[in-house]
């Protein structure tokens, strides 16, 4: 029996809550560990709880090889790639700017949804609904689109970078993992995705032990690594079977927005005075998708 809207719809506002609380532990994590280290403990946490998961339900791995070069593909793209530069990037760039660049990911999935999904037609609606969007966050962060040296330029193009990859990987599971239980599917991407990191991590950044692990860099291994990675990714990929890639992806419109109205407040920060201006923005570009019901707009093509 097929899930109610509702559900979805509810699922989807859960996943953008969760995704926009990541930016601030990413942050404040990154004060005491290494960008790679950082990413690898989160993800090696993620493996050891999805694997208890996947015994204690049963649930099945994948099997064919059709699957396994899929999730191969996928896992270097979401974990070694997305991840890495994400938060490689944040070391030099403001976390407002970093929200910006990685809202393309709406961008490269309405233009790769059109090459592998022949079913999500590129429409009108659509591409009007992203460029909103992304004004509205840029809107929002207008004081922080700064760019003050080449670090900070090469932190720009690495996550542009880990946009596409995570763009990419949501598509191409949409096309061809049909079948793949969300748990196991996040578990094998970790497999064939963490290793890559790891290497990195301990030729640049050393062993592991050698870090500043304070109980502040635990508690946001821990944050991430349960709700941020394991609860996210697997409703994020049984609601990527159940809708339209791109109303999935419109999540990275979303996230920033409520990433500035939690810091201001849960941490007390201050809230920018043109965030009403760029929230409206945004929601009117996630209603233009996400929460419209039937689509009547013009394909490009006939």
């Not at 926009?20 to 990413?39: N, Q």
Request: with cysteine; hydrophobic share 55%.
């Amino acid at each position: 029996m097929p899930e109610s809207r509702g559900l979805i719809v509810f699922v989807w506002v859960v996943l953008a809550v969760i995704w926009s609380t990541t930016w601030i532990f990413i942050k404040i994590g990154l004060e005491d560990l290494p960008p790679l280290a950082f990413a690898s403990s989160r993800f090696i946490v993620s493996g050891i709880v999805l694997f208890a998961l996947i015994r204690f339900y049963s649930i099945p791995l994948p099997r064919t090889r059709e699957h396994w070069r899929l999730i191969a593909i996928t896992g270097v793209l979401q974990f070694s790639v997305n991840y890495s530069l994400v938060f490689w990037g944040e070391q030099y760039i403001t976390s407002g700017l970093a929200a910006v660049l990685q809202a393309m990911i709406t961008v490269f999935g309405l233009v790769l949804a059109r090459i592998f999904l022949p079913s999500e037609k590129l429409t009108f609606q659509k591409a009007i609904a992203v460029v909103i969007g992304i004004i509205g966050v840029g809107v929002i962060f207008r004081d922080q689109l700064r760019v003050e040296n080449w670090m900070a330029f090469a932190g720009c193009a690495a996550i542009v970078v880990g946009a596409y990859a995570a763009a990419q990987g949501s598509i191409l599971v949409k096309a061809r993992g049909a079948g793949i239980h969300p748990a196991s599917l996040v578990f094998s991407q970790m497999i064939c995705g963490l290793p890559p990191v790891l290497i990195y991590s301990f030729a640049v950044e050393g062993s592991p032990m050698s870090h500043n692990w304070t109980w502040r860099a635990v508690i946001c291994v821990l944050y991430l690594s349960i709700l941020g990675t394991v609860t996210a990714f697997w409703l994020y990929y049984w609601m990527l079977s159940r809708i339209e890639s791109t109303k999935a992806m419109m999540i990275s419109l979303v996230t920033p927005l409520l990433a500035v109205v939690i810091g201001w407040a849960v941490l007390g920060e201050t809230l920018p005075p043109q965030t009403g201006i760029g929230g409206l923005l945004i929601v009117a570009a996630v209603g233009l998708i996400v929460f419209r019901r039937k689509e009547k707009s013009f394909t490009t093509e006939e």
